[in-house]
C-alpha cells in the first residue's frame, strides 16, 4: 500500500474542502449582483490573508488559484478579467499608501479647481452597483499607478479618466464592521443628500453628520480647506 506524505495529505483535504466551500460562497453570497459583489470583495480579501500566511507550495498556490476562479465564477464574476497577483498589493494602496496613489496625497488641495464638483464629507451614489458612500479625498486628475490603470480602464477610456477628477469613497461592506474603499471617476458619482450610510472607520475622518453632508476632522480640513466653504 503506498505510503501517503504531508504534502499528500494536504492537498487531498484541500480537494475534499472545495465543493463544500463553494457551496458555502454561494449560500453567503446571495442573489442580488450589490450581495454578489460584497461577498466576492470580502472573500478575495480573505483569501489574501490566507494565501499569505498559509500557502508556500508553487502546486498549492496554482491549485488555489484556479478555486479561486471557480468561486469568482460561482458568485457571477466569471466574466471579469482574472485576478493578478499585484491586484492584492493595489487593492492594499487603495486604504493607505505613502507614494500619493488613490486620493492619499497630503499636498493642501488648494485652490479648488471649479471642475471638482464633489466635496470631502459628501454622500455619494455610484451610479453602476447603486452604493451608497462618503467621500474621504479627491485628486484633481487621476493619481494611480500604471498596471491599475490598464487593468480598470482600456486605453481609450484611461486617456480620458487621466484627466478626470477622482474621489476615494467609502462604502459599508457585507458585514456590520466590513468597509469597501473605492477610487472612482466623477462620472460615476452623483451627490445624494438627506441620507446617513452607516459606514465603519467615518469617525477617523469626520466629527459629525449636520443632516447634509460629514463635518471633517480638522486634520483633514487642513488638506481640503475649501470643501465646507459655499460656493459663492
Avoid: C
Avoid at 484541500?14 to 460584497?38: C, K
Avoid at 468597509?179 to 452623483?190: F, G, S
Amino acid at each position: 500500500m503506498p505510503q501517503l506524505t504531508a504534502p499528500a495529505v494536504l492537498q487531498l483535504a484541500l480537494l475534499l474542502t472545495a465543493l463544500p466551500a463553494q457551496y458555502f460562497i454561494s449560500r453567503w453570497s446571495g442573489n442580488s449582483a450589490t450581495q454578489r459583489y460584497h461577498a466576492t470583495t470580502r472573500f478575495l480579501r480573505m483569501w489574501k490573508e490566507w494565501r499569505t500566511s498559509y500557502l508556500n507550495s508553487t502546486a498549492l498556490m496554482e491549485w488555489a488559484n484556479q478555486q479561486v476562479s471557480k468561486i469568482k465564477s460561482l458568485v457571477g464574476f466569471g466574466q471579469e478579467d482574472e485576478v493578478a497577483p499585484q491586484s492584492f498589493a493595489l487593492e492594499t494602496m487603495l486604504y493607505d499608501n505613502d507614494q500619493g496613489f488613490f486620493g492619499a496625497s497630503k499636498a493642501v488641495r488648494s485652490p479648488r479647481p471649479p471642475y471638482v464638483f464633489l466635496r470631502v464629507g459628501e454622500v455619494v451614489l455610484e451610479r453602476n452597483r447603486h452604493l451608497v458612500g462618503v467621500v474621504v479625498s479627491w485628486d484633481p486628475e487621476m493619481r494611480a499607478p500604471a498596471e491599475w490603470v490598464d487593468r480598470v480602464y482600456s486605453s481609450s477610456e484611461g486617456i480620458t479618466a487621466e484627466k478626470t477628477p477622482h474621489y476615494k469613497v467609502l462604502f459599508s461592506g457585507p458585514g456590520p464592521s466590513s468597509l469597501l474603499v473605492a477610487y472612482l471617476p466623477q462620472t460615476q458619482l452623483e451627490r445624494i443628500t438627506g441620507m446617513r450610510p452607516d459606514i465603519p472607520t467615518l469617525d477617523n475622518y469626520f466629527t459629525h453628520f449636520d443632516g447634509e453632508r460629514f463635518i471633517m476632522q480638522p486634520w483633514l480640513r487642513k488638506l481640503f480647506p475649501e470643501d465646507e466653504m459655499e460656493d459663492a
